[in-house]
T-cell receptor, first 114, second 109 residues
Framework: DVKVTQSSRYLVKRTGEKVFLECVQDMDHENMFWYRQDPGLGLRLIYFSYDVKMKEKGDIPEGYSVSREKKERFSLILESASTNQTSMYLC?????????????FGPGTRLTVT | GQQVMQIPQYQHVQEGEDFTTYCNSSTTLSNIQWYKQRPGGHPVFLIQLVKSGEVKKQKRLTFQFGEAKKNSSLHITATQTTDVGTYFCKGGSNYKLTFGKGTLLTVNP
């Protein structure tokens, strides 16, 4: 079974802190994704990566950056956390053509910024 | 850009009633995928449709892809309490993927 793990299920940070969210997948997938999920807004794509050190902006990249130094690991960085970044963050991975294959999601990290 | 609209946003049914959610894209899609997210869980892949007019079934769930490949539907026959959750569609084309906002289904036992 494909497994996507995220470093924390719950995280509480203060405004202005630098926050790292880690995601690891064990199926050698080329593509990895970061989404945030908010009530009524569905899943919104922040960034995705289609190869090591390669990344593309999604629909809402402002205030976020990402890092992919190894194929299995994709990190989301909040340079200076703000209260409007309080959300559920979901990581996903997929193989091959990013639009053609199913995505496997991690359990999510619920981040609260106070 | 590509947009995928999903309706309804919410649906409450009595157990045993049928349920349908619809996805409509502003552009022609190469494929559409459906996911289910249980309360407190993460989205889980259900199925992918690729061909124009395609219909696939999984037990009580029926998935359709429109002839023009711009719309899709998920129909659940005789809902059960285990069907509770949010159902998302995801449209794909030209390396771009877009999720609908989802339909939250609640079932009254």
């Amino acid at each position: 079974d494909v497994k996507v793990t995220q470093s924390s299920r719950y995280l509480v940070k203060r405004t202005g802190e630098k926050v790292f969210l880690e995601c690891v997948q064990d199926m050698d997938h080329e593509n990895m994704f970061w989404y945030r999920q908010d009530p009524g807004l569905g899943l919104r794509l922040i960034y995705f990566s289609y190869d090591v050190k390669m990344k593309e902006k999604g629909d809402i990249p402002e205030g976020y950056s990402v890092s992919r130094e190894k194929k299995e690991r994709f990190s989301l960085i909040l340079e200076s956390a703000s209260t409007n970044q309080t959300s559920m963050y979901l990581c996903a991975s997929s193989q091959g053509d990013r639009a053609a294959y199913e995505q496997y999601f991690g359990p999510g990290t619920r981040l609260t910024v106070t | 850009g590509q947009q995928v609209m999903q309706i309804p946003q919410y649906q409450h049914v009595q157990e045993g009633e049928d349920f349908t959610t619809y996805c409509n894209s502003s552009t022609t899609l190469s494929n559409i995928q459906w996911y289910k997210q249980r309360p407190g869980g993460h989205p889980v892949f259900l199925i992918q449709l690729v061909k124009s007019g395609e219909v696939k079934k999984q037990k009580r769930l029926t998935f359709q892809f429109g002839e023009a490949k711009k719309n899709s539907s998920l129909h659940i026959t005789a809902t059960q309490t285990t069907d509770v959750g949010t159902y998302f569609c995801k449209g794909g084309s030209n390396y771009k993927l877009t999720f609908g906002k989802g339909t939250l289904l609640t079932v009254n036992p």
